[in-house]
């Protein structure tokens, strides 16, 4: 029957009369009593079985099987504090909630629960994180406008989804520093290309300094977590998707389309240019240098035609005649060598036909109708 429906039993506990119940000043029970005590109760459960009407207790359990069995359970508790830390993992030791070592890759052991918990934390895997959008395992990616519609520094709206790429440098500052990582490095990620979008023009940021954008953006962000002391190291910041919003993408794309027909113009022009210039220069250094080789023939031909007419007139003054009769000579010869001449004995001139030159006659004959 349950001592607690025993009328006998209203001042006593399980083990014995209470201290300062109806029994006096009887003192508490030894361990004697209590493992004796333990036995008639609990005896049943170990091979142990209960008197006849009188009570008396059969084998129970010794102190020697108790003692075994709170060795057995000390020894499966401790076998609960070895735990495998991974190779690209720390693991950080908290004795009642207070950092008290970090351990490497391989097995390790703490003191089992509740006096020691261990956090395990990937301190070389590079982790991900998307801002501006969504990308589900199906492969489907689902925008988050209130994340990637920025205000650039001309005062036009801008699309950018972006990712960043970290990993933990400090194990401490990662647990203890801050409350929630991802929502942490969204929101500082978020912040920090506000800021540099902010400060930059829409061209810029569509065409030609998008590198720019994600360095100045990575910079920015391991700054920020690094005054958090969030024990964080950002890797890479990369930006995927950079443009109008929908509603005026197509005007945006004009205006593009505008952009690089004039970019195409002015290339085509320069190309022209470098075309026609050099050429026009080697035109032009070409003539100045026919006239200079032309103005140094005529000089020379006038000197030599000068130093023949001084020697002529010295030979003239030695042999007047002999030189006069040789210079009509060359003369005739200079003339004659260029004239049409045929040459008619006079003997027959009267009986031959007029002379036609047929071969200077053209060819050409008018026809009249």
């Not at 170990?46 to 359970?73: E, N, R």
């Not at 004795?95 to 890759?105: L, N, Q, S």
């Not at 912040?191 to 300094?209: F, P, Q, W, Y």
């Not at 049409?340 to 006079?346: A, E, H």
């Amino acid at each position: 029957m349950p001592w607690s429906n025993n009328d006998n039993n209203q001042n006593q506990n399980p083990w014995g009369q209470r201290p300062g119940g109806g029994g006096g000043n009887q003192t508490p029970p030894d361990l004697d009593e209590v493992i004796r005590r333990l036995q008639e109760r609990f005896g049943g459960f170990f091979g142990g079985g209960s008197g006849g009407a009188g009570g008396t207790a059969g084998p129970g359990l010794s102190k020697g099987m108790l003692s075994g069995v709170l060795a057995a359970i000390l020894l499966f508790w401790g076998l609960t504090g070895f735990y495998m830390v991974a190779a690209d993992e720390e693991a950080v030791v908290l004795r009642f909630g207070k950092h008290v070592a970090t351990k490497g890759p391989g097995l390790n052991w703490a003191i089992p629960y509740p006096v020691e918990t261990v956090e395990k934390l990937p301190v070389t895997r590079v982790q991900r994180l998307e801002i501006g959008f969504r990308q589900f395992a199906d492969g489907a990616i689902r925008k988050r406008a209130n994340e990637s519609l920025m205000l650039t520094k001309d005062e036009n709206i801008v699309d950018i989804s972006f990712i960043i790429q970290y990993k933990i440098k400090s194990v401490e500052d990662f647990l203890f520093n801050i409350d929630s990582a991802t929502k942490t490095v969204r929101d500082v990620g978020e912040s920090a290309i506000r800021e540099v979008i902010g400060r930059t023009l829409i061209d810029d940021v569509l065409t030609t300094k998008k590198a720019e954008v994600e360095v100045e953006t990575q910079t920015l962000i391991q700054q920020i977590l690094d005054g958090y002391q969030a024990g964080i190291s950002v890797s890479t910041v990369k930006l995927q998707d950079v443009q109008p919003p929908e509603r005026v993408i197509k005007e945006f794309k004009d205006v593009a389309s505008a952009r690089e027909d004039r970019e195409r113009a002015k290339n085509e022009a320069q190309a022209y240019a470098n075309d026609i210039i050099p050429n026009a220069r080697g035109e032009g250094k070409k003539m100045v240098l026919d006239a200079e080789a032309y103005g140094k023939a005529v000089v020379e031909r006038a000197k030599g035609e000068a130093d023949r007419f001084e020697s002529i007139l010295t030979a003239y003054k030695l042999a007047p005649e002999v030189t006069r009769k040789r210079l009509y000579m060359d003369t005739m010869e200079d003339v004659l060598s260029r004239a049409d001449k045929i040459i008619i004995d006079g003997a027959v001139a009267g009986k031959v036909l007029p002379y036609l030159p047929l071969d200077r006659v053209s060819n050409k004959v008018e026809v009249k109708k």
